[in-house]
T-cell receptor, first 112, second 112 residues
Framework: DGGITQSPKYLFRKEGQNVTLSCEQN?????MYWYRQDPGQGLRLIYY???????QKGDIAEGYSVSREKKESFPLTVTSAQKNPTAFYLC???????????FGQGTRLTVV | GDSVTQMEGPVTLSEEAFLTINCTYT??????LFWYVQYPGEGLQLLLK?????DKGSNKGFEATYRKETTSFHLEKGSVQVSDSAVYFC???????????FGKGTTLSVSS
């Protein structure tokens, strides 16, 4: 099946620990994105990458890091510097022709 | 910067009622406009889109028209169903491609 896979679906982390969220796509899209979703706040852009080995900060990049070593993969690390990491994280990839973004099923991160 | 404003929810309707969810945008260029839908615990799915002024996007009985003069992209459906209950997001494209800027979302609840 073609699409975007995020894992895990649920993730628990102790305060002070780094954690990495996985995002893989087999749609052959050049662009990939990470969004954070909080109740009542919509989706906010964390990082995006338009090509392999290149990425840019979005609106709320502080406390997060990413890498884009392969076209298919765009992992997000939530570091201990992120003060309020509990949220629903959504990964997406972009199609330049249709201008449509395709979303994964999301990872719900809870800091305990 | 570019932004999207959509009506506050929740919107509660009876089955077969008419639906309107208002969306207005601010953009320096000529963005593409989108409506996405999110069912509980899932990622976002594209509902419809419009790429230029006066375009009408439509899908599954939902419609929205790109109005440049009023910078609006209101979502409408003539007769809602219980299965339409979800969160609806208005969005515009930015950053030269598919990085989307989202509104805060509007929760729709339809009862039978």
């Amino acid at each position: 099946d073609g699409g975007i896979t995020q894992s895990p679906k649920y993730l628990f982390r102790k305060e002070g620990q780094n954690v990495t969220l996985s995002c893989e796509q087999n749609l052959n899209h050049d662009a990939m994105y990470w969004y954070r979703q909080d109740p009542g706040q919509g989706l906010r852009l964390i990082y995006y990458s338009q090509i392999v080995n290149d990425f840019q900060k979005g609106d709320i990049a502080e406390g997060y890091s990413v890498s884009r070593e392969k076209k298919e993969s765009f992992p997000l690390t939530v570091t201990s510097a992120q003060k309020n990491p509990t949220a629903f994280y959504l990964c997406a990839s972009g199609d330049w022709d249709s201008l449509e973004a395709f979303f994964g099923q999301g990872t719900r991160l809870t800091v305990v | 910067g570019d932004s999207v404003t959509q009506m506050e929810g929740p919107v509660t309707l009876s089955e077969e009622a008419f639906l309107t969810i208002n969306c207005t945008y601010t953009a320096t260029g000529y963005p593409s406009l989108f409506w996405y839908v999110q069912y509980p615990g899932e990622g976002l799915q594209l509902l419809l889109k419009a790429t230029k002024a006066d375009d009408k996007g439509s899908n599954k009985g939902f419609e929205a028209t790109y109005r440049k003069e009023t910078t609006s992209f209101h979502l409408e459906k003539g007769s809602v169903q219980v299965s339409d209950s979800a969160v609806y997001f208005c969005a515009l494209s930015d950053l030269g491609g598919t990085a989307l800027i989202f509104g805060k979302g509007t929760t729709l609840s339809v009862s039978s």
